[in-house]
């Protein structure tokens, strides 16, 4: 299979589980080797003269279990009749169970079909003596906790239980109290860092370039083979569907696909006929694809596992790789959290423009004319006919007319292409300070100069945070919008944008509905010397009022329960 000598986490792990009662925690990145590190010695340990489980890898994904299950198939190619068996939703239950009937040896798992196979009494974990979580945080995150415990529970406690992760929360410290007895923690690395090989840039551009930014980083790397990470399922197929009618060799991965989409979508994407993947992070786990040289986060995950994760798909088995992330101003502290937990720096990027694109471009069909095989046999009776038909152009002619021919769409995309680089500090600085509001922090609702404050009818209790606001601005109006403060409250919001674009604002987002409920934006000016706000009927006002309301019905709800509230409240100098 190419192996030439163990990488650092197999050199540490596979002599420690050959032996007897060693429970492991072993944390390393992904793409170190951690299947093989935990495969091989447990194949070492099968009796396959006994048909029945006798070990047991669980797994987050079902693109993890089935990627598990084949390398474990090919480490056993010289064990003979040994069977492993992949157990997951999303496939033929009947045949699974049909398989477990005739017996196998190991059984790789997602949590919640081998749940079902135990509820149904096909499947007995009895004469379990090897108990693998991989990718054990994972599985946490994805709420698993339970459905790990109902199944260890069911396995005997004189197994081996071995723990592979590439992070350490706290939700695994119980699970290491609970089940394992005194395990050997191995430590490849520093814990929670990610992959040396893997150089982390960033760019900074507004929240409405964000796609145009994704397009101008393909067309920069021509030669791209890499995984487009998004947060939501729908935003995944947005993407993907945008880069599709772009002319872009791409397609998406996500959890609304059925199985068998999925299996075809990974397919075309592990033989390279797709250049880019978009998936949401359920797939970070489970894609184990060679040689890809670039990991592009379409914004920030919320939780920096789920960046290690992602940036983790390249740069494997010691080869290099670019975790690039496509950012607003708002997530630069998030940035600056990750390079502090991953101990590396992010290398702030100057967004290409059309120019270098080009060039960039260009260049790499030269080196492809340059290294293109020429099978003199085959093209030797059609080269008298096209010698004649281009007998009158010259040499140069000839190079001119194939470049542009290639290039003539690009050229033409990005000759009036606007620069995308955040390059005015004060416009950054005020975003920031409206990034703020989310901490619920109460600001003076007069305007900055030159700017008119709104009124949204959607707050923090709707999960409307800063990023989502000017991306529901930037969905709504056409073109450019500079946003200036914005003050999340928790059934309503304000923000202000430049008074040359506020009633183009208003017209745009008025009347647009998101999941069904309909978006309704209102002056909010302040009156000097009054506690309500301008505008027609007043919106702030009504969301004052609504909030009042709620502050009383709990208050009430507290002093019948017989709490005092208001022992508890104070006043202030004017005695509020």
Known sequence: MGYESPMPVQ???IPFLLGEDNDVIALAQT????TAAFGLPILQKIDVSKYQPQALVLCPTRELCLQIADDLSEYSKYIDNLRVLPVYGGSSIDSQIRMLKKGVHIVVATPGRLLDLMNRKTVNLNTIGSVILDEADEMLNMGFTDSINAILAEVPETRNMLLFSATMPQGIASITRKYMKNPKEIIIG?????NKNIRHTYYMVQARDKYLALKRIADYYPNIYGIIFCRTRK???EIADKLIQDGYNADSLHGELSQAQRDYVMQKFRIKNLQLLVATDVAARGLDVEDLTHVINYGLPDDVESYTHRSGRTGRAGKTGISISICHVKEKGKIREIERIINKTFEKGEMPNGKAICEK????LVDKIEKVKVDEEEIESLMPAIFRKLEWLEKEDILKRVISLEFN????YYKDADDLQIVDERSSRREERGSRADSGGRRSSSSEEGYTRFFLNFGKSDGL????????INKCVPGRVRVGKIDLRDSFSFFEVEESEAKRVMNGMNGFEVDGRRISVEFAQEKKGRGSFGGRDSGGFRARKRDDQRRKERFDSRERSGDKPWRKRTTDKKGR
């Open 11 to 13: 050199e540490e792990v």
């Open 31 to 34: 793409g170190t080797g951690k």
């Open 190 to 194: 520093k814990k929670n860092e990610g």
């Open 409 to 412: 769409r690009m050229l033409e």
């Open 465 to 472: 945070f800063p990023n989502q606001l000017i991306e529901l």
């Open 361 to 364: 471009q260009l260049f790499n």
């Open 235 to 237: 935003e995944t197929q």
